[in-house]
């Protein structure tokens, strides 16, 4: 809908908001409508194509108003959650409406609210089991034997969802592309099994928060089928991507599950709070929260389906009306379309980071999700996500894989083109060679015949009002914005006092690719025979940096260099005396600049020259 059409519906809308309000006492204070009523006035799909807004806005007051609010809220909310449940392609077992299904949809408020009532019926269902056979023993004590599994990279709202149940939660690891395979389950379950624990739970993820990584459905539905565990599924940000048969492969398995739930407030441009949750069986949902105080009863109490008993509050909003709205109005083809347009913008993004030597994509892309880091230690990751977020132009959120800072970048507007998408590169990008710039630049050098070395970093210029930068790398049929790297010529008088490093990008390595130096940790130091290592020998750091060899040549111990060493004298003496006084009076923030930018070269990848050469580690030349 345009801006125009919008305002002028909405105006509508306020006009019916107020004729409503007017004529309010002549209308009836209960529904003079029975349960079902709305079944035959609504389709069993949801429309494939758009409606116009005129034929909604006509069914609210056709459809909805002699219903309301009790019993069009439940009904509405029953048939949407059938819509949804096939345009996703969920079971038929899932449905409300289907003659082989007891089990149903129903919106809760959050994901974290889903996963917890998921919680909590299966631990209801398992104690009653358990009571079976130990008839005599406390629900407490039963309840403290039992023990729920996810994988490491699921939410954090899982691990609260055990914390409030009490149960036990086991964070189990994951396989190279961070999914949760069956084996791991099954270890896990036949460890607690030997230790007296009672497995009832596991929460699968689809769509990591992470990475967006898949569990294995296929591998630990089997599993929690023969082990007597309820199967549920978070897909809260992936979920949407299931409108598109394209991506249905990640729910191969899916006939296993107990529940399922994502959030369509998260790609499917509804408004928070909106979280579609669906179970199997609904008598097991409603066995854990069912209530019957007098003040609750009404005439189809038991006849009709009461959603208070699939939920832990008692009232509930009228959400299901905002979900059949944007049904709708868009169709199940339009919302295809912007799944689909999004994964596009997020491929376009992969592209440009990988354009770009200075970055990493650390994960596979999935859907709209892309995970990218500046290379080198993460603190220089946690400074450039810092400055993008305080500038107020984008917003990012972190993670962490395999102890890498990394940062998140989504794409689920319908609005986003392929010109935010670069604009926001451009930020991304100046902000990473500020940092850089900040923290390693090189000072110009003098070479033996006077001329001037450039910096090895050169932040490109600040970009200008219309969006471009002076550095572009062609990607498609957008530029995108790339770090100046000085290309050294083959043929320079290079002197003791230089130090050159070519980047070649044309052989499409990474130039800076562990340059940087982590945080190592305090140890005993070593001695350093290095002239620039000797530098940091008297200072009262206790850190050790990492060796300057090669990473495909092993550091050797020379048995002479270690009696001259006893003796009070260096191997590397001669070469010091001829060293001009220029660099020996260098001053102890040039010699911090060169050792930190020189502490882990990658050699490989980074052609470096010094006044005595060596085949393979030329910064040894002044040992």
């Known amino acids: 809908m345009e801006p125009g059409e919008y305002r002028e519906r909405g105006k509508e809308m306020v006009d019916y908001i107020c004729q409503y309000l007017s004529n309010v006492r002549e209308r009836r204070v209960t529904p003079d409508v029975q349960p079902g009523y709305m079944r035959a006035q609504l389709p069993d799909s949801a429309p494939v194509e758009p409606d116009s807004w005129d034929n909604i806005f006509r069914d609210i007051e056709k459809i909805i108003m002699p219903g309301a609010s009790s019993p069009a809220c439940t009904e509405l909310e029953m048939n949407v959650m059938d819509w949804l449940a096939k345009m996703l392609g969920l079971p038929d077992t899932f449905l409300h409406h289907h003659p082989d299904s007891q089990g149903g949809g129903v919106l809760q408020s959050t994901v974290s609210e889903s996963t917890l009532i998921a919680l909590l019926a299966a631990r209801k269902n398992k104690i009653l089991e358990m009571k079976v056979l130990e008839p005599d023993t406390d629900e407490s004590t039963l309840n403290s034997r039992l023990v729920a599994y996810t994988s490491d990279q699921a939410h954090s709202s899982v691990e609260k969802a055990g914390l409030i149940a009490l149960v036990k939660m086991k964070f189990l690891p994951v396989d190279e592309n961070f999914a949760l395979r069956g084996e791991a389950l099954k270890r896990a379950i036949e460890e607690d099994r030997k230790q007296g624990l009672v497995p009832v739970f596991v929460c699968a993820t689809l769509g990591t928060t992470g990475v967006c990584a898949f569990d294995s459905l296929s591998e630990l539905g089997p ?258 914005p790339s770090r100046k790297i000085i290309v050294q010529p083959k043929k320079v008088a290079v002197s003791p006092t230089t130090c050159v490093v070519s980047q070649h990008l044309e052989a499409q390595v990474d130039p800076l690719d562990d340059c940087f130096p982590e945080d190592v940790p305090y140890v005993t130091q070593h001695k350093l025979s290095s002239f620039l290592f000797s530098y940091l020998s008297v200072q009262d750091k206790k850190k050790t940096a990492r060796s300057l060899s090669c990473n495909s040549v092993p550091t050797i111990s020379h048995p002479k260099a270690a009696a001259s060493e006893k003796n009070g004298s260096y191997p590397g003496d001669k070469i010091l005396s001829k060293l001009p006084k220029e660099v020996m009076m260098l001053k102890k923030s040039a010699f911090r600049k060169l050792i930190k930018f020189y502490s882990v070269p990658s050699f490989p990848e980074c052609s470096i020259q010094c006044g005595i050469q060596l085949p393979c580690c030329p910064l040894q030349a002044i040992v």
């Not at 790609?267 to 949750?277: K, L, N, S």
């Not at 009228?318 to 709205?325: D, E, G, H, N, V």
């Open 223 to 480: 599993i929690c089928a023969a082990e007597g565990l309820w199967l549920h599924i978070d897909a809260a940000y992936a979920g949407t991507a299931f409108l598109c048969p394209e991506f249905r492969l990640f729910l191969k398995g899916i006939e296993y599950a107990d529940s399922f739930t994502f959030n369509p407030s998260k790609w499917m441009m509804i408004h928070f709070d909106c979280t579609a949750f669906w179970v199997r069986d609904k008598y097991k949902l409603q066995q854990t929260f069912s209530v019957n105080p007098i003040y609750l009863r009404h005439a189809n109490s038991g006849a009709a389906t009461d959603f208070m008993h699939w939920q832990i509050p008692l009232s509930r909003r009228f959400r299901s009306l905002k979900l059949w709205f944007v049904i709708r109005s868009f169709g199940v083809k339009k919302l295809q379309a912007h799944v689909r347009h999004g994964t596009e913008m997020a491929k376009y993004f992969e592209s440009l980071v990988r354009s770009d030597p200075l970055f990493e994509i650390p994960a596979k892309r999935h859907l709209g999700l892309v995970v990218f880091r500046l290379k080198g230690p993460n603190w220089l990751t946690e400074k450039v996500l810092k400055e993008l977020n305080k500038s107020g132009r984008l917003f990012l959120i972190p993670a962490t894989i395999h102890d890498k800072f990394i940062i998140r970048f989504t794409v689920t507007s319908q609005f986003t083109t392929r010109e935010d998408i670069l604009r926001d590169w451009h930020i991304i990008q100046q902000t990473a060679a500020q940092i850089i710039n900040q923290h390693y630049m090189l000072h110009p050098i003098s070479s033996a015949d006077g001329a001037k070395i450039p910096n090895i970093i050169s932040n490109s210029s600040p970009i200008a009002d219309n969006g471009t930068s002076p550095f572009h790398t062609e990607v498609g049929e957008h530029k995108a």
